[in-house]
């Protein structure tokens, strides 16, 4: 049986390919930040000292800070990346409803015309009943 809604497809290909791509980034990029924010927290401190408190920035300068930030972006990006995944997986749901369907009329269209062929009777005229 041929393949229809070739584009669609694709479509449900790229939303897929983009949510697996998402989820790495996601992963790559929290844990980058919270490596920066460790190994960047010894530098911070020692530059907080020389100039004196700096404020909020004293908090999320340090790795608690990075932990949250990196936290954060590791729930928002699993929450896009889950939604792109299921944005291709439910293309190919809709496509494969479709071609189930379409089989299936197909069978039940054989199937039918197989087992009962048309039967034609002959017109008898029509007399009033007195």
Request: proline share 5%.
């Amino acid at each position: 049986m041929e393949k229809k809604f070739k584009i669609l497809r694709f479509i449900g290909t790229v939303y897929k390919v983009l949510g697996i791509i998402t989820a790495v980034l996601t992963v790559l990029g929290a844990v980058g930040i919270c490596l920066t924010s460790v190994l960047g927290g010894a530098i911070f401190d020692q530059i907080q000292g020389e100039l004196g408190n700096l404020g909020p920035m004293g908090v999320m300068g340090g790795a608690a800070g990075g932990a949250i930030i990196g936290g954060f972006l590791l729930v928002w990006g699993t929450i896009i990346a889950l939604l792109l995944l299921a944005a291709g997986e439910g293309i190919y749901l809709l496509l494969a409803l479709e071609e189930n369907t379409r089989t299936t009329a197909d069978c039940m269209q054989q199937f039918s015309s197989a087992q009962y062929p048309a039967q034609t009777y002959p017109a008898e005229p029509y007399t009033p009943q007195p």
